[in-house]
């Protein structure tokens, strides 16, 4: 896409958001409330289904496009996180869907009829180690049946669908550590209530997280996504966008903080100067600002690969690495430059800096990249 449509559909974004003002999004997180009014305009706007082929209803976009669509909400002052997901979870159905499968939900969830907002990976004694997940999908006749927990999975509420992965052969059976998980599709509609029990969790940000328990829940077999036992690579291609749009929103995030921190260095007076004249305060800015830049470029390079179709999980990783810790420190940058204001709610700087901590731990975290990097890019002995 040439540089000057990629600019409109900033422009775009930065219109819808402005009838969306921080105090909207204050009053959201007090409340613990979701923002059905925005991702309504996100989705009527195009925006949220801008991955979706053109055939399916959607733009037909790619993910510099998504990504640049992330990054200007958040450096709106807004929470992407209450919708990101709609876009890369339906990475795994184009892939690996049936062609059935595509039918029915692609152009329902492109014109917002259908929402595919959740990913249920997680789980509460398995955490981080996602192949060792313990919830199983066992076939029974034209259903699965599944049971089990999942832990932190974002938006259930919020979603018709969810993409869910699950064990269909017993860990001892399996060839490799990856064998034996399936990637399902829930009827979040149907499901709850009839085996699945949501429990929404209360968390330090409004990301609307919940834990489901599964007692007996049957699922249509129809609704495997891909072959049986491989879901983890089903998941594994939703992973890469995720990380990479995920970083998009953490330059976002790291771009409001050094915006607010500018302005308020150069208006700001004590001891008689703007206190942006001491460089104790504007290097830390500065810094800062070259952080976030270096990290877009990454985020800008594992977008523009993984659009190619090439192998892009070095530079997917680096760039949410990168990206988070840019984010992360320009909050800190960002409150310590505000001193006691930094703190006052109506400011809005400590419901970002809480937001964006969150990249630092979700979708996976600093250390798991670097054991990443570790392990497949410099071939050290493998850690776990
Ligand atoms: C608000 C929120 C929303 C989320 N949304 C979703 C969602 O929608 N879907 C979903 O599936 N999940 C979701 N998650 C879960 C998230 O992906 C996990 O929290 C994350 O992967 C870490 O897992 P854990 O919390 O179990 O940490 P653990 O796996 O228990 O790890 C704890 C700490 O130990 C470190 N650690 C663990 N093992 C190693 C090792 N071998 N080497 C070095 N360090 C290690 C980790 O880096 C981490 O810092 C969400 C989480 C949060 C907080």
Not at 257 to 285: H, L, T
Not at 366 to 383: K, M
Request: hydrophobic share 40%; proline share 3%; net charge negative.
């Amino acid at each position: 896409m040439a540089a000057a449509e990629l600019t409109q559909i900033r422009d775009a974004v930065r219109k819808l958001c402005a009838s969306f003002g921080e105090d909207y999004w204050k009053g959201l997180d007090a409340t613990r409330a979701y923002p059905t009014k925005f991702v309504k305009r996100l989705t009527d706007e195009g925006f949220l289904g801008c991955l979706i082929p053109e055939t399916y209803g959607g733009a037909g976009l790619g993910l510099v496009e998504a990504s640049a669509i992330l990054e200007e909400i958040s450096r709106a002052g807004g929470h992407p996180g209450a919708a990101h997901a709609q876009m890369y979870v339906m990475g795994s159905l184009l892939k690996h869907g049936s062609e059935a499968q595509k039918q029915e939900y692609l152009s329902a969830i492109a014109s917002g009829a259908l929402r595919l907002q959740s990913f249920g990976i997680t789980e509460p004694t398995t955490g981080t180690d996602t192949t060792s997940l313990k919830t199983t999908a066992i076939r029974d006749g034209d259903d699965y049946i599944i049971n089990g927990q999942k832990v932190w999975i974002s938006r259930v509420e919020h979603s018709d669908l969810m993409l869910l992965l699950a064990r269909t052969k017993a860990i001892d059976k399996r060839s490799r550590k990856s064998d034996g998980l399936s990637a399902f599709i829930v009827d979040l509609r149907q499901a709850t209530g009839n085996g699945l029990t949501v429990k929404p969790i209360d968390a330090m940000i409004n990301h609307h997280a919940c834990e489901l328990f599964f007692d007996d829940l049957r699922i249509p077999a129809a609704n495997l996504v891909g072959r049986e036992h491989e879901g983890f690579k089903v998941v594994l291609d939703s992973m890469n966008a995720e990380r990479i749009l995920i970083a998009a929103e953490c330059i976002g995030d790291a771009g409001y903080f050094i915006d607010k921190a500018s302005a308020y260095a150069k208006e700001r007076e004590v001891f008689g100067r703007p206190i942006g004249q001491n460089q104790g305060v504007s290097f830390p800015i500065a810094q800062s600002y070259a952080q976030t830049r270096a990290a877009g470029l990454m985020v800008e390079k594992a977008a523009a690969l993984f659009d190619a179709g090439e192998a892009c999980g070095p530079e997917a990783n680096m760039a949410k690495m990168l990206a988070a810790d840019a984010s992360k420190l320009a909050g800190d940058v960002c409150m310590q430059v505000h001193g006691g204001f930094g703190l006052a709610r109506d400011y809005h700087i400590e419901r970002k800096f809480r937001e964006t901590r969150l990249y630092q731990v979700a979708p996976i975290s600093t250390n798991l990249i670097l054991a990443y990097l570790a392990e497949h890019v410099l071939d050290l002995p493998r850690s776990f």
